[in-house]
């Protein structure tokens, strides 16, 4: 028996691989425990988006719908995207900050490496279409300077975007929900 812990929330986490029997079974088997919430695990660790979107097709009407179906460990926005459409409600990534510490941007046209000697004169933002600090008060060329000079303002205002591009992902992912698309 669990214990009552309010504000909490208990999360059973499906496993199998990309074997829907597996899955089948792991996700039996948690439905009968009952938990708050289900969780998507042992996914994203190399089988690429295609076999992940398949995996995740029949797994996860395997799951209660009046519950929140976690996706663990997956973070790049088309299999984000990919995720939500298939029912998945939530997600934990470490990659926008990861990437923002390596230089790696990610903007409505795909990701930028502003280490690339490509952005060492251009004075464009990131993203044109972002409204977050690092876009609407500094260049590319200036971002490219303080990243090869190792100055770790340069990391930081990487994240910072990658941080406000997700968000904005997320909250059109919702008004799209909203909306019926």
Do not use: W
Request: aromatic share 8%; with cysteine.
């Amino acid at each position: 028996a669990f214990v009552e812990r309010p504000g909490k929330a208990l999360f059973g986490i499906v496993q199998g691989g990309i074997h829907r029997d597996l899955r089948d079974e792991s996700a039996a088997a948690l439905r009968a425990i009952g938990f708050d919430g289900y969780a998507i695990g042992g996914l994203a660790v190399g089988e690429g988006h295609d076999l992940m979107v398949a995996t995740l097709d029949f797994t996860a009407p395997m799951l209660p719908e009046d519950r929140p179906r976690y996706l663990m460990g997956v973070g790049k926005p088309p299999d984000i995207v990919a995720a939500v459409g298939l029912g998945v409600d939530m997600f934990d990534c470490v990659l926008p900050t990861r990437s923002g510490r390596t230089a790696q941007a990610f903007t409505r046209d795909g990701t930028l490496n502003l280490r690339n000697a490509r952005f060492a004169e251009d004075p464009g933002p990131i993203d044109p279409g972002c409204a977050c600090p690092a876009c609407t008060s500094y260049g590319r060329a200036y971002l490219h300077h303080l990243i090869k000079a190792e100055e770790i303002l340069g990391a930081m205002l990487v994240t910072q975007h990658n941080l406000t591009f997700y968000q904005d992902m997320m909250k059109g992912l919702r008004e799209a929900i909203a909306a019926g698309r």
